[in-house]
């Protein structure tokens, strides 16, 4: 059962910047995909990026893109999600996921994915 970890958390000002990371407990080349939700309190979860196990192939929320950057690291078997410009509507916990499924593209929905982390609280204060 793969585990999945994620750090980097924590409060920041607007406009500032956070990088999260998801360390795997086995290589993260058996996840062939693997992404970043969140959930802001009083909503649902939503997607936030992916990407396939090359990191060829990216999805990203338009809420987010061109602020925040998804890559990943197979060697370390850790996945990063660079955020920048935040705001405080990025304000959410933050959840890794993960799926050993070969997918055509890189799916948004939850139901793709079977492995999560616990999260972790990102705040952008105003």
């Known amino acids: 059962q793969v585990q999945l970890v994620e750090s980097g958390g924590g409060l920041v000002q607007a406009g500032g910047s956070l990088r999260l990371s998801c360390a795997a407990s086995e290589r993260t080349s058996s996840m062939y995909i693997m992404g970043w939700f969140r959930q802001a309190p009083g909503k649902e979860r939503e997607f936030v990026a992916a990407?396939?196990?090359?990191?060829?192939?990216?999805s990203v929320a338009d809420s987010v893109k061109g602020r925040f950057t998804i890559s990943r690291d197979n060697a370390k078997n850790t996945v990063y999600l660079q955020m920048n410009s935040l705001k405080p509507e990025d304000t959410a916990v933050y959840y890794c996921?993960?799926?050993?499924?070969?997918?055509?593209?890189?799916?948004?929905?939850?139901?793709?994915?079977?492995?999560w982390g616990q999260g972790t609280q990102v705040t952008v204060s105003s």
């Open positions: 990407l396939n196990w090359r990191g060829a192939s990216t």
């Open positions: 996921a993960g799926d050993p499924r070969r997918y055509y593209g890189v799916p948004m929905l939850e139901s793709a994915y079977n492995y």
